[in-house]
């Protein structure tokens, strides 16, 4: 093939680089390619061609901002998932309109196709011309690089340091928005300048664009950071702390009767439960390995009758102690301890966000003491629970990694092999389909991680089933084996929520607020159309109440259109309307969640549909 034709080819199918050997290349590259070279094309199609589209639609942003604003430092300007950022140190705080500027200076850039010319200096050229430029942050980084020469980019006169590569010229971008604003500090360090940073995204064409501006949209919508506010389900108080959660009634309510269905399924399942304390002696995070393994996450000791104490970060140790409180024989084993333990985490306050990452949460964790050769059947049995649960609460779709042994690690290369094969034995037992995660495992042992798709197909990591030879050995765990002699246990950590705040989170935005009838709570809402009906309503009230439905009164003196949006905006699933027919018949129509109306029923005839409703779950899932 000549090089002509080879062109030609790439741009058939949609290449924006190449791999020569592997190596990421510009497209460009292939004219200086001698005749053996291994090329492979990287089309747009690709995870690695959207990236490289959209980090070079990132230079175009910086190069459009340094134009409209002289003097605008640029920092860094990745690709990321969705899109892409750019952070600048400017002295003007930019606006929603300048956005729109920028967009309309990218688009004349994009129009002029001008090429995206890689030049190789010296780190000391790089680091004189930055300089001369004024870029302090690209002085930074050159000062960093270790090799002696770096590559810089230029397109129409704009020159960036960067590794690329990026596409042939801006006029490959066809489809881009500029979509918020935020703040960001200098390299994630609150200690640093807090730069400006632009989001954006890019796709290859205009129908995509509007597609995932719909999918922001939606998320928007359904943010558990708003519903949280407008439903009054919970709060976070600066006053009190960032990252500690306040649960109001209404959260509560639906954190109560997750928690009891946990505990009460967890009780048929043969586990035990169990509370521990929230603090304990600073030496039990030494012996557990904590303090070397996970120290950035803890908080300060404190000073208990001159011995130091420490929040919790994990329940383990105490599961242990209480393992330990007696003798334990090879009979009574698998023992499973659970808990809905409260721990404490410290994470910085830039990366707090809502329910979903906080410095106080509950696991829903379990600690599992097994023999050997009770591993595999143990891994079985918390794969169907955990599948079980998630898909109680409407998450039925979900990815399966099993991570494996981390570069560091304890334990023997053979028990860590045979602890895999177990995970890997269950997994392929049960027919589940997953991706290995090499060298994820934690430093105790492999796991399991199972991350649920919610309604907009986002992925949420929740439960994980972790193999730990460790602690059993740094604990001096032991039963009595079969020969009499003492054996060291395994110990299976396992959360299948993760935690409480975080799982709530989750399910606030996969339901956008709309609970099931089982979670929702308040269940039914009795509203009056005039006052002379309040006396039979509150009967009627009263007998919902005591068959067990969450149902609350509106009886005010307004209008009953008022009263049914204020119980449509609190997204309670059904609601009867009692006026004078009703008090007549006895019969009660009844509305649905939406508006849909169907009966009228008897109130008793009413009560046993919701009750079926509410314990269809659990039937339909006991099968
Ligand atoms: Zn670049
Ligand atoms: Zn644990």
């Known amino acids: 093939m000549s090089g002509e034709e080879l062109r030609g080819f790439l741009r058939k199918i949609r290449a924006v680089a190449v791999k020569v050997e ?11 390619l001698s005749d053996e070279s291994v090329i492979e094309p990287v089309s747009l199609d690709s995870t690695e061609g959207l990236e ?15 134009d409209l604003f002289p003097g605008t430092m640029v920092a860094i300007g990745p690709a990321t998932d969705e899109g892409f950022y750019y952070d600048f140190d400017m002295e003007r705080a930019l606006t929603p309109e300048d956005l729109e500027k920028i967009e309309k200076r990218m688009k004349d850039i994009i129009k002029k196709n001008s090429p995206f010319l890689r030049k190789e200096i010296r ?10 430029m004024g870029e302090d942050y690209k002085v930074e980084i050159v000062e960093e690089i270790e090799d002696d020469h770096v590559s810089v980019y230029e397109e129409d006169g704009f020159v960036d340091l960067c590794r690329g590569p990026h596409l042939p010229s801006t006029g490959y971008i066809k489809a881009f928005k500029l979509l918020s604003i935020a703040g960001a500090y200098w390299r994630g360090d609150e200690r640093n300048k807090m730069l400006q940073r632009i989001y954006g995204t890019a796709f290859a064409d205009k129908a995509q664009v509007r597609e995932y501006l719909d999918f922001l949209e939606e998320v928007k919508k359904r943010d558990h950071r708003r519903l949280g506010k407008a439903l009054d389900l919970f709060s976070i108080n600066e006053e009190i702390g960032p990252g500690l959660i306040l649960w109001h009634p ?22 035990k439960l169990l509370y521990t304390p929230h603090i304990a002696k600073l030496n039990l995070w030494e012996r557990s390995g904590h303090l070397d393994f996970y120290r950035e996450n803890m908080y300060s000791p404190m000073e208990v009758e001159g011995i130091n104490y420490e929040l919790k970060p994990m329940n383990c140790p105490f599961h242990i102690a209480i393992f330990k409180s007696g003798l334990r024989s090879y009979r009574e084993l698998p023992i499973r301890y659970e808990e809905l333990g409260t721990v404490y985490r ?11 990452r906080v410095r106080g949460f509950t696991q829903d964790d379990a600690h599992i003491f097994c023999r050997e050769d009770q591993i595999e059947e143990e891994i079985l049995n918390v794969l169907d629970f955990t599948l079980f649960v998630l898909r109680t609460f409407g998450f039925d779709r979900y990815d399966i990694y099993l991570s494996t042994r981390p570069e560091k690690y304890v334990g023997s ?15 392929d037992n049960k027919g589940l389909a997953y991706k290995i995660d090499p060298g ?3 430093f105790y042992g492999p796991k399991i991680d199972i991350k649920v798709k919610d309604s907009l197909m986002r992925q949420w990591q929740c439960s994980t089933i972790q193999v730990d030879f460790n602690n059993p050995e740094r604990f001096d765990v032991t039963y009595r084996g079969a020969d009499g002699k003492e054996h060291k246990p395994i110990m299976i950590h396992r959360a299948l929520m993760g935690s409480l705040e975080r799982f709530f989170g989750i399910l606030i935005e996969h339901y956008a607020g709309a609970f099931p009838l089982w979670l929702a709570p308040v269940q039914m809402a009795v509203i009056t159309v005039a006052e002379r009906h309040i006396e039979f309503a509150g009967e009627v009230l009263r007998g919902f109440k005591r068959s067990g439905i969450r149902a609350e009164p509106y009886f005010e003196n307004e209008k009953v259109g008022y009263k049914i ?10 609601s009867v309307i009692i006026g004078d027919k009703e008090i007549e018949s006895g019969l009660l129509p009844l509305r649905k969640r939406g508006g849909q109306q169907s009966g009228p029923y008897l109130p008793e005839d009413l009560v046993s549909g919701l009750a079926e409703e509410i314990g269809d779950r659990r039937l339909k899932l006991a099968l």
């Open 22 to 32: 592997g190596q990421l290349r510009d497209l460009v590259s292939v004219n200086d």
């Open 250 to 271: 209404d959260g509560a309510l639906i954190r109560k009767t997750i928690e009891d269905f946990w505990r009460d399924e967890h009780l048929k399942a043969d586990y």
């Open 413 to 427: 290369l053979d028990s860590w092999e045979r602890a895999t094969n177990a995970l890997k034995m269950a997994l």
């Open 565 to 574: 949006r204020q119980v449509s905006v609190r997204k309670v699933p059904y």
């Open 346 to 356: 410290f994470e910085r306050s830039g990366v707090l966000h809502g329910l979903l």
């Open 123 to 132: 780190r000391d050229e790089a680091n004189e011309f930055f300089r001369r």
């Open 52 to 66: 490289i589209y959209r980090h070079s639609t990132s230079h175009v942003m910086a190069h459009a901002v340094k």
């Open 440 to 442: 994820e495992g934690v």
